[in-house]
């Protein structure tokens, strides 16, 4: 069965036909031709196919394209303004936070979403005092980043990327 | 003779060229390459570890709307050679391990191909399979060499004698598990098969290896196959030779001429078709005085391999060169059984040879009533053991006197479980770390002068995410006596001149050094100012220096574990590494590749064990939830530094490779930290918070 969607992809719209098993992470790469969010697991356990939707990170590859008609998706590369990258990004090569580059666009955009959510006083597993607002410490960004893998090992530098972006 | 470079660009840290396109996502991978009109492959795996397909019917999933064809054994193109029965695929009736490749539906989407795939019945008969690795069996075997060409068994004086006669005597025996490499990206690729020729969009290490390999499968001239892998979202040795599913997506194209076939393996796929490391059973024996000074060395290694194919890692290969020992044995002893096929991963033979050794000498330290430093200082040997030749620029002993000073070693308590705070109990370990220097021959590199006045250098090399592009781009500045900005690097396609894979740590200096003899060839024919158009190749030429010297690069590895005394939960708060390997490159990404390195390392110390069920033959825990690599909150603080040096003796770079030494010897720091902090010796690897409690 097919389905007709809208989605407003890094700010363009873009109306597609999927096959309503489509997951939105296929929509994207398949049918948009978006190759920024990456495909690693297809089982929402490794996070390269985060992006933001509706301004919150989510799973594209745990996510049926259809259920999402008329939602605003950004991507990593629609997080950079053109040639201009965005801060987080900038920071992620100044410490060179990456290095086969697979993982990075998930990690771009999860680091991003969570940063938010920081700011709007979101707690997370590590969050000591529930009565305040979290503070943006190593072990915060550790547990809020621990959905997106990353197997050339750079958690060291993609935690003082982030710390230095949000600083 | 090795004429070194001058440094200018070589050692600066600038930032990787690629890193814009892969931080917005637009740097294209192989399944990520734009093609008109595609066809979607899913393919079909064996549900049985030994036996024949009696009958497969494909019907139902040929009558499924957009299902364009079914490939099984009976209706795929022939193969033209089966040298290799990994790539000797659905060329016959015949099962060898669960999950091997028995066919393929492909489809106009990637849903209808699945969902095809799961229509197709297939009858077995089934024979009894043997998937289990033991010590205790008869019909253990002794490989030819190996890998890549190296002699099976090495003995030297009287082990046996040296043991008995031994005033310290350590013999027991280590083991781990199988691992999967699981790189990022999946094994991807797209297969176009137009006017007799094969074109592939791949997820490889090496574009000319993987040409060289199915040309001659598929009875191609090579200049007829063309493989491009513009960005690999990581390898670690899985992505080093082609694999079935390459020859699967080869054949698909082949059935339905013209139109590009995108395969991507899923996650599970690859726990069977795309290598791992085979599970070690390592006896270690060691014989001292008292004061610590070897007398003995032996390291017996059983491990498996498929029956298909053999792969044999060379796992006590570091034992041959590692200390001074008079008396030395080292034996490799195979199983074959009916499982998928091992291959390389992350420093295959050092990784888990050097886990068994490094921890066996943290045994021996304490038999001895030594700290572990000064053990290994006393057994540096002057020349290597194993050929008698001089080191070039052995410097372990420096980076353990560097890593104890930087990591505070002085504050370790020997005494095992000494210290507790708030119920954990901490400790440190160190290990040292080895691996060999390799440069391949075989590689070719073309410079030209363009219009743009930039020097074009044209390798088939590939960037696998270790910074390729950045590296040789500063040596070929370097090389031309250039500004960086006047180089124009071209790299991961089979249309450049032939390029050895990416492997064993050689990339740099197989290609950096290729690329020097090209520049000063360059120069010597045009000089310093060129004429528009001028272009000259060459090939990696011969270091016979390199022959005689033992070229190796060491390290030392320092670890602080603390291990819940009520739990068992582990925390790695600290590691330091301090390597000698040679001049660097680029410090940035030398930086990232050590500590990445040290991170698969805590890794394959703390969480990594493919579970084979031997009733069945497939690893249970065949994703990302049941095989955990260490994610962000595994890693707290590691660091990475090397000692500012160069070795005269390699290559015009003074490098020596460093993509895998940072794994060698972290296991074993990790492990011997874990017996620091508790007093309990796990020998069997991963440290699981089970094996501290009871």
């Known amino acids: ?167 | 003779m090795n004429i070194l470079l001058e440094p200018r660009a070589i050692g600066m840290p600038l930032e990787r060229l690629d890193g814009a396109a892969k931080l917005t996502g637009t740097a294209p991978y192989a399944f990520e390459h734009p093609v008109s009109n595609p066809l979607y492959l899913h393919p079909l795996q064996s549900a049985i570890a030994r036996g024949r397909i009696t009958k497969i019917d494909t019907a139902a999933a040929q009558a499924l709307e957009g299902v364009v064809a079914v490939i099984t054994h009976e209706n795929a193109p022939r193969l033209a050679s089966d040298k290799d029965k990994e790539l000797w695929v659905l060329q016959s009736d015949e099962i060898h391990f669960r999950g091997e490749l028995i066919g393929a539906v492909v489809a106009e989407s990637p849903q209808i191909a699945r969902h095809a795939a799961d229509l197709v019945q297939v009858d077995y008969a089934e024979q009894p399979h043997e998937a289990e690795l033991r010590a205790d069996r008869g019909d253990l075997y002794a490989p030819e060499q190996v890998n890549p060409n190296f002699p099976t068994d090495t003995a030297e004086g009287d082990v046996e004698a040296a043991l008995a006669a031994a005033a310290v005597t350590i013999d027991e025996t280590y083991t781990t598990p199988m691992e999967h490499n699981n790189p990022m990206e999946p094994h991807t690729t797209i297969a176009r098969w137009a006017n007799g020729e094969l074109t592939l969009y791949d997820s490889t290490q090496g574009v000319h290896s993987v040409r060289t390999t199915l040309a001659p499968l598929f009875g191609l001239d090579p200049a007829r196959v063309h493989v491009a892998a513009p960005h690999v979202g990581g390898g670690f040795g899985s992505k080093g030779t082609p694999h079935a599913h390459n020859v699967l997506a080869a054949l698909a194209a082949q059935m339905v001429a013209g139109r590009p076939v995108k395969l991507a393996l899923t996650r599970q796929q690859m726990f069977a078709l795309a290598g791992y490391r085979t599970p070690t059973i390592q006896r270690i024996r060691l014989g001292a005085d008292r004061k610590g000074h070897l007398s003995a060395i032996a390291h017996d290694v059983v491990e498996q391999t498929s029956k298909i194919k053999e792969f044999a890692e060379q796992t006590a290969v570091a034992s041959r060169i590692m200390y001074a020992a008079p008396n030395r044995r080292t034996t490799h002893r195979l199983r074959a059984l009916d499982v998928p096929v091992p291959s390389w991963m992350r420093a295959p033979g050092e990784t888990p040879g050097m886990y068994a050794g490094e921890a066996a000498m943290d045994e021996l330290a304490i038999a001895c009533g030594l700290d572990p430093i000064e053990l290994r200082i006393r057994n540096e040997p002057d020349l290597d053991p194993e050929s008698g030749k001089p080191w070039s620029g052995r410097h372990l002993v420096a980076c353990l006197r560097e890593g104890a000073r930087r990591f505070g070693w002085d504050r370790r308590d020997p005494a095992p479980g000494a210290r507790r705070r708030d119920g954990w109990l901490i400790g440190m370990g160190v290990a040292s770390s080895t691996y060999p220097y390799y440069a391949m021959p075989g590689s070719a590199a073309t410079i030209r002068y363009g219009s743009d006045q930039k020097y074009v250098v044209r390798i088939g090399a590939v960037d696998i995410g270790t910074g390729t592009r950045t590296a040789l781009s500063q040596i070929a500045a370097d090389a031309l006596d250039c500004p960086l900005t006047a180089i124009r690097l071209e790299i991961a396609d089979t249309s450049l001149p032939m390029a050895t894979v990416e492997g064993g740590s050689s990339g740099i200096s197989s290609w950096g050094s290729t690329i020097v003899a090209a520049a000063r060839a360059f120069r010597s024919q045009h000089g310093a100012d060129p004429g528009e158009g001028s272009e000259i190749g060459a090939s990696m030429p011969e270091n016979p220096d390199a022959e005689r010297f033992a070229i190796h690069s060491f390290g030392a590895q320092f670890a602080e574990i603390h291990i819940h005394a009520g739990t068992g939960e582990i925390r790695v708060p600290r590691m330091l590494g301090v390597f000698s390997v040679g001049r660097i490159i680029n410090p940035r990404t030398a930086r990232s590749q050590l500590i990445g390195g040290m991170t698969m390392g805590l890794s394959m110390a703390l969480h990594e064990e493919s579970v084979l069920d031997p009733r069945f033959g497939h690893v249970v825990n065949h994703d990302f939830a049941g095989y955990h690599i260490a994610a962000n909150a595994d890693v707290l603080d590691i660091e990475a530094v090397w000692l500012d040096e160069f070795d005269p003796n390699s290559n015009p770079m003074g490098s020596r490779g460093i993509g895998e030494i940072g794994i060698v010897g972290t296991a074993a720091a990790i492990a011997n930290a874990a017996y620091n902090a508790t007093g309990r010796r796990v020998r069997d690897l991963p440290l699981t918070p089970d094996k501290f409690l009871t």
């Not at chain 1, 390269?48 to 950004?74: H, N, Q, S, W």
Request: charged share 25%.
């Open chain 1, 1 to 167: 069965m097919d389905a007709r969607i809208a989605l407003r992809v890094d700010g363009v719209e873009r109306t597609l036909t999927v096959d309503t098993r489509t997951t939105l992470l296929d929509a994207l790469r398949d049918h948009l031709g978006e190759m920024s969010p990456k495909k690693g697991c297809d089982h929402g356990q490794c996070g390269a196919c985060t992006v933001l939707l509706d301004g919150r990170r989510a799973l594209t590859c745990l996510a049926f394209a259809v259920a999402y008609d008329g939602a605003a998706i950004t991507t990593a590369r629609g997080l950079a303004d053109g040639g201009k990258l965005h801060p987080v990004q900038q920071a992620f090569l100044d410490h060179d936070a990456l290095q086969c580059g697979y993982c990075t666009p998930g990690q771009i955009c999860s680091a991003v979403g969570m940063l938010d959510e920081l700011k709007a006083g979101h707690p997370s597993h590590v969050t000591q005092d529930l009565s305040g607002a979290a503070e943006l410490t190593d072990d915060e960004i550790r547990e809020r980043m621990s959905g997106n893998l990353c197997r050339c090992g750079a958690y060291v530098n993609i935690v003082a990327a982030i710390r230095d972006a949000a600083s």
